[in-house]
């Protein structure tokens, strides 16, 4: 009964992955750290199987996140607008381009 609830475990942790929901996270491994310590020594190998799934998933979400983050900080760098030089040689900022959109009705 111990691997069915590490195997319950196991999936909502999944699921809280693919939903973002990361500060479940904590709670859910020491959940399933406790409840290896009692489980049927013969599901042990599909345990590290799900395990090392787990683990991949967790560094793809972490591979996301800091590639969000990454973005983020570009496009705000982008957004503050590019530095240039005037007619004068004097480096001045220029505003980011506004969009205009026309209405066609």
Same mark, same amino acid.
């Given at each position: 009964?111990?691997?069915? @609830? ?7 942790? !999944? ?43 967790? /560094? ?8 969000? /983050?990454? /973005?983020?900080? !570009? ?15 004097? /480096? ?6 506004? $969009?205009?959109? @026309?209405?066609? $009705?």
């Amino acid at each position: 009964m111990a691997s069915d @609830e590490i195997y319950s475990q196991i999936s909502d942790a !999944e699921a809280a992955l693919f939903r973002g929901d990361y500060d479940r996270l904590p709670a859910l491994a020491q959940m399933i750290g406790q409840a290896i310590v009692v489980a049927d020594p013969d599901d042990l190998n599909t345990i590290n199987a799900r395990m090392t799934r787990l683990q991949d998933l967790t /560094r793809a979400a972490l591979s996301g996140v800091h590639s969000g /983050r990454q /973005r983020v900080a !570009e496009l705000a760098v982008v957004q503050s607008g590019a530095p240039a030089y005037g007619p004068d040689g004097k /480096r001045s900022s220029n505003p980011a381009p506004t $969009t205009r959109f @026309e209405s066609r $009705t």
